[in-house]
């Protein structure tokens, strides 16, 4: 049972990681699952509730990332409040929509209500890029939060 766990819970982290990268999958809760797995199969010995704490604080961390990032690159470029809730609407309709959806989606819906505000072309435009670049620097975000996860938990399993 304990090396299924340790299998499961090592399986669990490497589709974690890809789901930081690809935004279908639950990376955060993957990589979390992962560490209560690992957790699970050393009986909570060697990884305990410090590690899970900051791991899941961590996991937590990519979590908002992920919600906040389109949103908040929207502002930094000038949008309006409009194209911040239209970004974040874009990203609600873009999660049905597959990966290409959920990269687009924030970008859409930020340009659609920046328009729909003021039909500045130009001013709706500068709002996409810029919650397309807010989307990507949360994923750079993510993926050094997600590996500062996977390096807690492995502090973890060597100190005890």
């Known amino acids: 049972m304990t090396i299924l766990l340790y299998v499961l819970g090592v399986l669990a982290l490497l589709a974690g990681l890809a ?6 999958l639950p990376g955060a809760v993957a990589l979390w699952g992962g560490v209560w797995l690992v957790a699970w199969a050393g009986g909570f010995q060697l990884v305990g509730a410090p590690t899970l704490t900051v791991t899941g604080v961590l996991a937590l961390l990519i979590l908002a990332a992920d919600w906040v990032a389109s949103a908040l690159g ?8 409009w194209a911040v809730i239209g970004a974040t609407l874009g990203l609600l309709v873009g999660l ?6 959920i990269v687009l989606g924030p970008v859409v819906g930020a340009v659609a209500l920046e328009l729909w505000k003021d039909p500045n072309l130009a ?15 949360g994923s750079v975000v993510k993926v050094i939060l997600a590996f500062l996860l996977v390096g807690a938990l492995l502090v973890g399993l060597m100190v005890p």
């Open 19 to 24: 789901g930081v990268v690809v935004p279908v």
């Open 74 to 81: 929207a502002k930094a470029f000038g949008a309006s409040r």
């Open 96 to 101: 049905f929509l597959g990966p290409v959806g």
């Open 123 to 137: 001013k709706a435009l500068k709002a996409g890029v810029g919650t397309l670049v807010g989307f990507l620097v």
